[in-house]
């Protein structure tokens, strides 16, 4: 069985879960996840993981992901998306001045409030599951980041506007709160994820199963070499010899083992282990 991750292009529809269960039935006997839900409506890249790869959904998800979305103003909905009971509505009038500097004061980290509809837990429950029974959400606002923001059509009501954001961003709270800043209801009325880190949406291709490392250096992990001896014991799960810092990916023979941490001065110690590398060692 393929250990790896392969990229499509998922199209509006489906959710993300529907969307990978041909990969399931394809890698049948494999582990198959992925990261970084789209919702149903929306579409672009998803990462879909295999095998080994799925111990290494931590590096996908924190990967810098970029969307192009389309913000409708004048309308709210309770999901704040397109599949929502509406439930603010105001004639947005002509477009306002200050659009473009709206949406540049959200670069940078900021908090931000999630949606009720989602699928954060709140006292153990899911609160996209108690919204919808109309009991009451509360969840806290996160630290989220954004790196890049930029409005690129205005077809009045709505605003088309590129972000590229971190980890845990909720691009549905940010058309929210864009249309508190100008004073206007307003929801996310489609979005498309074009680029998860260096991959990107018009380059997917899901017969195509790509290799760990990709992943390893598309996060910038420090790459530390181990000699066969050192790897076969990391492979082990022990402590080894080795010059490195923080949280690194364990090569040996150009062959990803895992990842591990800095245990103390000169030594590492295994963090993952990737379960093929341990048994083409044990084998050759």
Do not use: N
Request: with cysteine; charged share 25%; proline share 7%.
């Amino acid at each position: 069985m393929p250990d790896g991750f392969v990229l499509i292009d998922k199209p509006a529809g489906p959710s993300s879960a529907r969307a990978i269960a041909p990969f399931k039935r394809r890698f049948k006997g494999s582990r198959v996840g992925h990261a970084g839900t789209l919702d149903p409506f929306a579409s672009g890249l998803l990462v879909v993981l295999v095998g080994d790869a799925t111990r290494l959904q931590d590096l996908a998800m924190a990967l810098p992901k970029t969307y192009v979305a389309t913000v409708r103003f004048g309308v709210g909905t309770d999901t704040l998306d397109p599949l929502g009971a509406v439930v603010a509505e105001r004639d947005p009038g002509s477009r306002p001045d200050g659009i473009e500097g709206a949406a540049r004061a959200f670069l940078g980290e900021i908090e931000q409030m999630p949606p009720a509809f989602s699928a954060l837990k709140v006292e153990g429950r899911r609160a996209y599951r108690l919204a919808r029974e109309g009991k009451p959400v509360e969840l806290a606002p996160r630290r989220v980041r954004v790196h890049a923001v930029t409005v690129r059509e205005v077809s009045w009501p709505d605003v088309v506007i590129e972000l590229t954001t971190g980890s845990g961003f909720y691009v549905r709270s940010f058309a929210r709160d864009l249309g508190q800043a100008l004073g206007l209801p307003a929801h996310l009325a489609a979005l498309r994820r074009t680029h998860i880190g260096p991959f990107a949406a018009d380059r997917a291709d899901e017969t195509k199963v790509l290799d760990c490392l990709a992943l390893v250096e598309a996060a910038g992990l420090p790459l530390v070499q181990l000699p066969r001896d050192a790897a076969r014991a990391f492979a082990e799960g022990r402590p080894v010899r080795a010059e490195a810092s923080g949280r690194f990916a364990a090569i040996c023979e150009g062959r990803l083992l895992g990842l591990g941490r800095t245990g103390g001065p000169g030594a590492v110690a295994p963090d993952v282990v990737l379960s093929h590398a341990r048994h083409a060692l044990e084998e050759s």
